[in-house]
């Protein structure tokens, strides 16, 4: 019986043994079943949250690209207006904003901002701001994004071309002689006497004298004629803008046709805030005309127009033309000079910084007058900014009489370059080197009467500037042209410098 008992004692003893097992593992699993509950819940939460961000940044990203293409349009659209016209700049570039798809309002979260790049004046940063970025997945979240995005361009002027003084093509009116007049031809004057843009017709010659009107109009004809610039510097006093001997002069002049009867106008337009934009520059008075044999005015310095210490510093600009109404042949001869009240006569921008700038923009028309032997004028200055670009330099009509053409580097080493004849294309002469031979004379074009070599052609020179460029050069930015004769030359040209590339750019 004892026994018994303790077998059921046993069993008992077995039973509540299994009893407890049971219950704990029911308590086990009861708080399994709680933990792993809200961790999933969590996970849920986790997972939806990542699921509805990676949704929204494909709309962030889109909105963000949009703000960065507001941003590039604006800077481009305003920098034009500076320096000065910071608010004609914020309104251009709140109108190309608007143009991609992003209108700054305010009340909707966009806005947008100008700003001067300190210490460069040609350059502007513009920001544009969207406060108001909606999250459509995750706006439990987060409901709005801040995404700012900016742009700065900058604006790179015209080459200035002819003279780093404050005198341009006065011949041999100064010592030292510069050689090389300005100059500007009559309309019926014949393209083959040297002038690009102001002789109406080519093709003239009719075996004794040049006809008007020729058989073939002149395809580079304008007749806005020719753009100098009087560079007024910051703080400067009275400056006196003069032309020497204005008007077309037998004493001065050439007249191939025998017909030297034509007017020379002359129109002034003051310097203003943007120097880059020449269509909103006001007409300082009335075009100045001065006709054949004008009086007083030959061969002496006329003042057009004096810079007072109450006018604004900057680019002058003074544009030169003939009359198409007036059918005279020929060339006047002129020179340029910005006379400062106080000071020399005569003064280098290079080493003088209050000295006013005179060179031509685009295009310089001359006639050379060079001494037998090498000379070596002025062409351009072309800034390091340019480093690494391509410069074209055009010669129409280059070389009358020489043996060869150079182009010298700020350092003065004979520069190597591609060229080619671009106009006309008939009989293209094309080659490479560091000197363009101008020598020789294997006869006339078709309608044409002179024989040599680069008669009324437009010769283009290809060079490629350095990626060093200041390195190699410093901050002597201008570059010559060597001409090379055998005896006195005279040659009536006109030369053009362009740098390839958008004169307005992104830079960042």
């Known amino acids: 019986m004892g026994i018994r008992s303790r077998a059921r004692g046993a069993a008992r003893t077995s039973e509540r043994h299994t009893r407890a097992g049971g219950h704990s593992r029911a308590r086990r699993q009861g708080s399994e079943r709680g933990f792993v509950l809200p961790l999933t819940a969590l996970s849920i939460v986790v997972l939806t949250a990542m699921a509805g961000y990676g949704a929204d940044l494909g709309s962030w990203y889109a909105r963000t690209a949009q703000l960065q293409r507001a941003a590039d349009a604006g800077a481009l659209a305003g920098v034009v207006w500076m320096p000065n016209d910071v608010v004609s700049a914020t309104n251009a570039a709140t109108a190309a904003a608007a143009r ?44 709005y994004h801040t995404v700012t995005k900016c742009a700065t ?33 009559g309309y019926c004057t014949p393209m083959e006497q040297g002038d690009l843009k102001l002789s109406k017709w080519t093709s003239t010659w009719n075996g004794s004298s040049w006809d008007c009107p020729g058989s073939t109009a002149n395809p580079y004809y304008d007749p806005t004629g020719y753009t100098y610039i009087y560079d007024i510097p910051v703080g400067h006093g009275s400056t006196a803008l003069q032309v020497f001997d204005p008007s077309w002069n037998p004493g001065l002049g050439i007249d191939p046709g025998g017909n030297g009867t034509f007017d020379t106008i002359y129109t002034l337009y003051s310097a203003d805030g943007t120097p880059l934009d020449n269509t909103d520059n006001p007409m300082i008075g009335a075009p100045q005309s001065f006709p054949t044999n004008h009086g007083a005015s030959q061969g002496v310095w006329t003042t057009i127009y004096t810079v ?33 009240g106080s000071g020399p ?164």
């Not at 992003?102 to 350059?123: C, E, F, M, W, Y």
Request: charged share 15%; net charge negative; proline share 6%.
């Open 100 to 143: 991609n798809d992003v209108t700054i309002d305010a009340l909707k979260g966009t806005s947008l901002t100008v700003q001067s790049v300190p210490g460069s004046a040609n350059r502007l940063k513009v920001c544009v701001t969207d406060a108001l970025v909606e999250a459509y997945f995750t706006k439990m979240y987060d409901a």
């Open 153 to 185: 361009a900058e604006y790179i002027l015209p080459v200035a071309l002819g003279s780093p003084e404050n005198v341009y093509g006065t011949g041999n009116q100064l010592v030292p002689a510069e050689n090389i007049w300005g100059a500007v031809n």
């Open 308 to 340: 007072t210490s109450g006018d604004p510093s900057g680019r002058y600009r003074l544009e030169v033309k003939t009359d198409a109404a007036d059918i005279g042949q020929g060339a006047n001869l002129f020179g340029l000079r910005a006379l400062r």
């Open 345 to 508: 006569a005569r003064c280098s921008t290079l080493t003088d910084t209050t000295c006013p700038g005179v060179f031509a923009e685009s295009y310089m028309s001359i006639f050379a007058n060079f001494p037998s032997g090498v000379a070596e004028p002025y062409l351009a200055s072309v800034p390091s900014s340019h480093a690494g670009k391509t410069m074209i330099i055009t010669l129409f009509d280059p070389g009358e009489g020489g043996q060869s053409i150079e182009v010298l580097s700020p350092d003065g080493r004979s520069w190597p370059f591609n060229y080619r004849t671009v106009y006309p294309t008939l009989g293209e002469y094309t080659g490479s080197g560091t000197s363009l031979d101008i020598s020789g004379t294997p006869g006339a074009l078709a309608g044409r009467l002179s024989t040599s070599k680069f008669n009324e052609r437009l010769v283009e020179i290809t060079i490629s500037l350095p990626v060093d460029y200041l390195t190699q050069f410093g901050t002597n930015t201008w570059w010559k042209i060597r001409y090379t004769f055998g005896a006195a030359v005279t040659d009536r040209t006109t030369w053009s410098v362009q740098i390839l590339g958008d004169p307005v750019h992104l830079i960042e």
